[in-house]
């Protein structure tokens, strides 16, 4: 299951139990509106946790593909530097050195 799908699905519980809660408490009007509000806060903090989490994983994502992006960037510039250098005859061997002669 998607963290997409886990938040749809935590506040369609949350949904159904306040509703619940109304239907089925014998709790006065301040104790129910303190019981929601309490919820409400519960709900409210996981969705704040759940995005940081979210963000965190993003930055993280981030950082990884730029130290990748690095890395290919190096390679692919000591590539076209040993070639430039074949081309020069920097790389090659003796041997196909005193064949070009």
Do not use: H, W
């Not at 759940?50 to 000591?78: F, H, P, Y």
């Not at 020069?88 to 070009?100: I, K, L, N, P, V």
């Amino acid at each position: 299951m998607t963290n997409d799908n886990g938040a749809k699905l935590f506040c369609i519980g949350l949904g159904i139990g306040v509703a619940g809660a109304f239907l089925l408490t014998p709790r006065s009007g301040r104790a129910s509106r303190q019981y929601l509000r309490s919820k409400a806060e519960e709900g409210a903090d996981y969705i704040t946790r759940q995005t940081q989490e979210l963000v965190n994983g993003a930055a993280d994502i981030l950082d990884q593909s730029a130290k990748a992006i690095r890395r290919q960037k190096e390679s692919v510039m000591a590539a076209v530097d040993a070639g430039k250098n074949a081309l020069r005859g920097e790389g090659s061997s003796t041997a196909e050195r005193d064949y070009q002669l």
